[in-house]
């Protein structure tokens, strides 16, 4: 149990474009979906942190017009991308924690970003 | 000073050995403590979680806590050298807080 899926789960596009990266929960409820982006050599960062129906929650430096989530769904949370530059190039990887008393998060498989 | 501090390593150690992995945490609330080991290329996949004192054991995995130390260790016995990874400490009070990883190098 507890599988998260992340599509695509590579993309290549070109500076100025905009992509779109999907994190679902298979096998159960995602009451809070997270998104961190990791750079070679570098640990993951949390970017912003969304609760179903709710705006996401942007960490400090992080901007939440070029960094649009929605978590429409219990299962769904997504990740646009806007005006992608070659400095967002990284390894975008999400978590799901779903309701209840344990607090664990589970990850994705990640989306390695690279914009030309 | 870094939350979550780990020695990058890497550290080397020949298959069958007990592998240490050590890390240390600035806020001393924190309540939930985590491994996660992550593969090259790969999203990080979780290994053990622990909340109180003392040790918990998870077949070869043993994850040690000392809150007033403010210190928690993953010990790794016969490793293996599909064991070869980076460790990451992670900590959670209102967010999850990763540190840099340790690579663990097992030699066969």
């Known amino acids: 149990g507890a599988v998260v899926s992340q599509h695509p789960s590579r993309v290549i596009c070109k500076s100025g474009t905009s992509v779109k990266i999907e994190c679902r929960s298979l096998?159960?409820?995602?009451?809070?979906m997270f998104w961190y982006r990791q750079f070679p050599k570098q640990s993951l960062m949390l970017m912003a942190t969304?609760?179903?129906?709710?705006?996401?929650?942007?960490e400090q430096g992080v901007e939440k017009d070029k960094f649009l989530i929605n978590h429409a769904s219990l299962t769904l949370s997504t990740l646009t991308v806007t005006s992608a530059h070659p400095e967002d190039s990284s390894f975008y990887i999400c978590?799901?924690?779903?309701?209840?008393?344990?607090?664990?998060?589970?990850f994705g498989p990640g989306t390695r970003l690279t914009v030309l | 000073q870094k939350e979550v501090e780990q020695n990058s390593g890497p550290l080397s150690v020949p298959e069958g050995a007990i592998a240490s992995l050590n890390c240390t945490y600035s806020?001393?609330?924190?309540?939930?403590f985590f491994w996660y080991r992550q593969y090259s290329g790969k999203s990080p996949e979780l290994i053990m979680s622990?909340?109180?004192?003392g040790d918990k054991e998870d077949g070869r995995f043993t994850a040690q806590l000392n809150k007033a130390s403010q210190y928690v260790s993953l010990l790794i016995r016969d490793s293996q050298p599909s064991d070869s990874a980076t460790y990451l400490c992670?900590?959670?009070?209102?967010?999850?807080?990763f540190g840099a990883g340790t690579i663990l190098r097992v030699k066969s």
């Open positions: 978590s799901a924690q779903g309701a209840g008393a344990t607090d664990t998060q589970y």
């Open positions: 096998d159960f409820q995602a009451t809070t």
């Open positions: 969304s609760n179903e129906g709710s705006k996401a929650t942007y």
């Open positions: 806020d001393r609330v924190s309540q939930s």
């Open positions: 622990i909340y109180s004192n």
């Open positions: 992670a900590v959670k009070r209102n967010k999850l807080v």
